[in-house]
């Protein structure tokens, strides 16, 4: 954490000095806002507590709910969740109050007393190293509280608008807010009056039955039916031994049981599975009391028992595989020509089951893409265009979780005989790991994200993925550190050099992009307006292949350790050595001749490049640039 | 972290409900209180958090000043604070801002050319493994926030009474409660009216200049003359390449700065040794100015410079090696006749060089030391002659400590030309190493630490020092777990029962224990009180000599799985198995016949038994106890 530059600030660091609009934010919600941001779940507040790191955008949250969520909702959080809370600044204080899962236990029928559940296997939730960051399970509530507080202390000073209710949208094309949106008074003493308020973009993030996505004319696509689960979050006596682990339970009838302990050492919740629902339904699914899914519980996990106790949360949860085909306002047709206003974000273009842990998840990394686009363009770093790139990257990644959820929900369900292995189940799980873990988001090439021409540089960082930390250590103070864990969600792209074998101070081809990303016209930190500090765009780090103590800081070319602040210090913690026997060249598979690794806001690779490629890298920026001029193809 | 046992709450598990005292606190200081802590730096401010979690007992903290500590003094973190914040839950946090010391480097004049200095050497900060936490570097001021904000969040939501000094007390012998304080406004609009506060007990915490010292007419003894250090937190620039790294620095003239680097990244303190100071100097040192301490600066690091730009706070820091013979108010003569009322801790009763830094550190602990023995007195759970460990114990702790100050500090002083061998620095720092990070204290036996009959059944739990943690398996949840991390600031004793080779539900030595513990009247639970969880006193552990899924949970002691709370629900997370390659029994060097670890609640060793030894475990809480009538030695 750094802090204290401007000048020793007593307090809290995480609590940042108001500034921009920060200053004076208005308690009522005003007539314009650049960003006006629909429900304020996961995806909202995600998208919220990004944009509120940036002292001159104004945006603000309308929620219908009178206050913050208080139980229920999803409660998964995949170690990519974590990673990105990491990156707000609340990874650890998060998962010291989370359940954290380890291991998870497949339970099925004795083949001898098929009436009876055995445990059938055990399954490392991480057998091998996906993440550093745990999987977790914490109330979806916990997560929102804490985005919350980011946002509150943010520059911006953001705070949810309780108790409005989004009616409806205009894009007018007109002005400089050209989006119309009519808000509803939800609670408090003037319920029912109505607001119009303009704003530059939307950001639908209104869960499942989204009334943005309905303004903007999307509708959702898939199975017709929805598959429903009697969900409780209870405290019981059992002596189901397994209780405080993650557990597939499936009875000799075919009944199945989710459970997931939760948060506390207590709490548990069970998915009792109700089936598919039939089309003519009609509700009745829902009208499922607690007792009846207790009871069916207790058959289940027979010849266990299970008394509740007290009922924290409990609900029958009917969802369906369902999909828009676009997740902004821009028609089919009109791609290319205009540029989107209006975007929907999570449950409200994407729903699947419950049983991945998928739903909040992926919510939040749409959040996490169009955050930073929006602030990039808002501010004029980038051009309008760039906000086209976030249906086409999230669209499909909906699409591919979907296919997996199929997949996972049908083996699920399905009846121990009907298995070939009795561990088919297990072996799913522990083959496809990466993608519940919320890894397998793979961007393909686009403006955003550079042709794999020299991906053999840099195997460990594939193009289009998040880029995955390693471990290194920080000349400076000499401190092991991992590399990725500096990149946090203070919308800077990054660029990291890897070195080549020289040492600084040498000349070397290091030295040469050195000088060049400091000091040429084309370098895409030329950017960077006057008066800023020359990383306040661009996070650049240098890595080199000694160790830190054979390292000397005051060789290290200046482009890696600009000045910053009022007081024009040295900022020295972008110089890095690699640790004895886990070198991050080794572990990532990085060319010895040196590479660069550029990277995004929200953490995916966007570029490898050799150190020589000062004209690939400037004209990779030239498209993503508003005010650089396009180069011509070297 | 536990919470939900009492059903669901919505919300930060950190703050904990309201209880007790806690439920309609009063604003105003009241006439009568149960502990009354004088002064809110470290010494006190642990006191209070640690008798804040007890609802029962009435405790206020005045402090002279009108509001928080901003900045300035001490700043060194050792492991062992930080293994008592995480007791507290703040380690993570507090870490996470801090700057992280791994290694020291050593600077001296080059051999060559005496007045440049040179980098002499490097010493890893902890080499040898002496703890899992680190050493930091942060203000005081956060350390004191940390505190604060786990009383706020405590169930008696304990606050700070800024503005009120100290002026004097008198022990009355009178009444229940005997203790009169006089305090004065100190700030707000009432400055100077009195107030009279009649209170159980009081702890002096009010620092070198104590007034609750003078008042039981303690004095301090030790060197006449003090040692001075012009210190200085500033932002500046430099060429000096070690400014991000702990370092002693020795110039050829003698003169020699002691560099911390500080959290933020950028602030960095030194502390410029200004010498002895002569005892007629009359206060003449202390007008050093900051120009003159950084012009000395720049002296010492000649060939480097250093420009200051920002100075957040400068002082000239003069203190020397003095202690009181007594931390309480029981004169030598009535020791054993009368039990203290007034106790002194922290700067109040020692007082020592800022380069071993110490002082917060050992302050701290004085605090927790005293903290849960008025809690358990208060409670009725100890007897009264309980609070005559608390000066009998830290006393000593502070001479130790004096005299290793000392040491290091001639050491730090000397000329280069003075030591027989230039690394004579850096290896004294290395061998004592175990001192600094704060656990080299052993208490001696005594009522509440055993004699060390049976120490080679565990040889990694000495008797007397702190419980040192290592990784375990816990059962229920499959997570490893260093043990130790359970152990928090909740004033509960710990007995950790570390079993015999045979797995639960076999006849046992473990079995016959816990069917002991839980069922004799002479077993310490026995003393717990009716209607209260059978955990409340006593948190009893195990750990098999198994794995996790070689333990069959339903067949573990019901002792080691307490029903806890209104709906009693079984407690899951006090039965632990080995980690595969960091067993326990071998890392501690454990018994594999099994052995009993009680551990108090500061986390102290206070015995070391054999599982059958259930005589001697009912005979030494039978001293610690205020029911149990005291059992003959078998
Ligand atoms: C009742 C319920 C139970 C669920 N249970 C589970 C579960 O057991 N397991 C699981 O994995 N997932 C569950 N989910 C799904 C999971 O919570 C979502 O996948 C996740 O929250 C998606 O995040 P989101 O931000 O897209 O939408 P949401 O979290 O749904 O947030 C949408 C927000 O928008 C607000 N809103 C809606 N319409 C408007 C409007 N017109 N104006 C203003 N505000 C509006 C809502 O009040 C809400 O706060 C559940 C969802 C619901 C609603
Ligand atoms: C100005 C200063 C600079 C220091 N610099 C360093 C340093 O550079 N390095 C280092 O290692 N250590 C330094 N120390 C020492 C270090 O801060 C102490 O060792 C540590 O704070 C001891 O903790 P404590 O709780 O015993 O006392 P303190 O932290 O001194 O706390 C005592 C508290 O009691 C209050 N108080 C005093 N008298 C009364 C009264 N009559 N009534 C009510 N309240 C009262 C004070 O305002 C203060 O808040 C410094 C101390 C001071 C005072």
Same mark, same amino acid.
């Given at each position: ?78 170690? !990519? ?38 445990? #059938? ?66 609670? #408090? ?72 302990? !939760? ?72 791609? +290319? ?8 974000? #999570? ?11 998928? +739903? ?10 169009? #955050? ?7 501010? +004029? ?49 522990? !083959? ?167 990277? !995004? ?34």
């Amino acid at each position: 954490m750094q802090f204290h530059h401007h000048g020793y600030v007593s307090g809290d660091p995480r609590i940042k000095p108001a500034a921009g609009v920060g200053i004076n934010r208005p308690e009522e919600l005003p007539e314009e806002v650049d960003v006006l941001i629909v429900g304020s779940g996961p995806a909202g507040m995600l998208t919220a507590a990004q944009l509120s790191q940036f002292p001159d955008i104004t945006t603000r949250i309308v929620e219908r709910r009178g206050g913050r969520l208080e139980i229920g909702q999803a409660d998964g959080i995949q170690a !990519r969740s974590v990673e990105t809370f990491q990156a707000f600044g609340f990874a650890e204080a998060i998962t010291a109050e989370a359940y954290r899962i380890t291991e998870m236990a497949f339970w099925r029928p004795d083949t001898e007393n098929p009436q009876n559940i055995v445990r #059938g296997g055990r399954a490392l939730d991480d057998t091998v190293g996906i993440s550093e960051f745990p999987h977790l399970i914490v109330n979806q509530a916990r997560v929102l509280d804490y985005f919350a507080e980011v946002a509150a202390n943010s520059p911006t000073r953001l705070t949810p608008d309780f108790g409005w209710e989004f009616q409806n949208l205009e894009v007018t094309e007109e002005g400089e807010y050209p989006v119309k949106v009519t808000l509803v008074r939800s609670a #408090g003493e003037d319920t029912g009056t109505t607001r119009i308020v303009h704003a530059k973009y939307v950001v639908g993030a209104d869960g499942a039955r989204s009334k943005v996505r309905s303004a903007i004319g999307c509708t959702m696509a898939g199975d017709q039916a929805n598959h429903a689960w009697g969900v409780m979050d209870v405290l019981a006596s059992t002596d189901f031994p397994d209780i405080r682990l993650k557990c597939a339970i499936q009875s000799h009838d075919g009944g199945s049981i989710l459970l997931i302990p !939760r948060e506390g050492g207590h709490l548990f919740r069970m998915y009792v599975d109700l089936g598919v629902v039939p089309e003519g339904d009609n509700g009745a699914v829902r009208k499922t009391s607690i007792e009846q899914i207790t009871e069916q519980a207790n058959q289940i996990i027979h010849p266990y028992k299970l008394e509740v106790r007290n009922v924290a949360w409990s609900s029958v949860y009917e969802v369906g595989h369902r999909l828009t085909d676009r997740f902004d306002d821009v028609l089919p047709e009109d791609i +290319g020509t205009r540029n989107p206003r209006v975007f929907i974000t #999570g449950d409200a273009c994407h729903t699947h089951s419950a049983k991945a842990g998928q +739903g909040m998840n992926v919510s939040m990394q749409d959040g996490f893409n169009i #955050g930073w686009k929006l602030a990039h363009v808002l501010e +004029g770093r980038s051009p309008e265009s760039l906000l086209a790139t976030y249906s086409a990257e999230r669209q499909i990644v909906a699409k591919n979780l979907i296919d997996f959820d199929k997949e996972w929900s049908t083996l699920m369900a399905k009846k121990p005989e009907e298995f070939e292995n009795p561990s088919d189940l297990e072996d799913f799980y522990v !083959r496809t790991a990466e993608f519940p873990a919320g890894f397998m988001t793979e961007y393909a090439p686009s403006m955003l994200t550079g042709t794999p021409t020299h991906q053999e540089l840099a195997t460990g960082f594939p193009l289009g993925k998040r880029f995955k930390s390693a471990m290194t250590s920080r000349v400076c103070d000499t401190n092991p550190m991992h590399l990725g864990h500096h990149a946090t969600a203070d919308g800077r792209w990054r660029i990291y050099v890897f070195a080549d074998p020289a040492a600084p101070g040498a000349e070397s081809p290091v030295a040469e992009l050195a000088q060049w990303l400091a000091t040429s016209t084309e370098s895409p930190l030329a950017a960077t307006p006057q008066g800023m500090d020359l990383d306040a765009w661009f996070d650049v780090k240098v890595i080199y292949q000694q160790k830190h103590e054979d390292i000397d800081i005051n060789a290290v070319p200046s482009v890696f350790k600009p000045e910053v602040g009022p007081f024009k210090l040295t900022e020295y913690e972008k110089v890095y050595g690699v640790v004895e026997d886990n070198d991050i060249f080794d572990v990532r598979g990085l060319s010895r001749d040196g590479v660069m690794v550029v990277v !995004r806001p929200d953490q995916y690779v966007a570029n490898v490049l050799p150190l020589s490629a000062t004209d690939e890298l400037a004209e990779f920026f030239a498209q993503i640039h508003a005010e650089l001029p396009k180069k011509a193809t070297a």
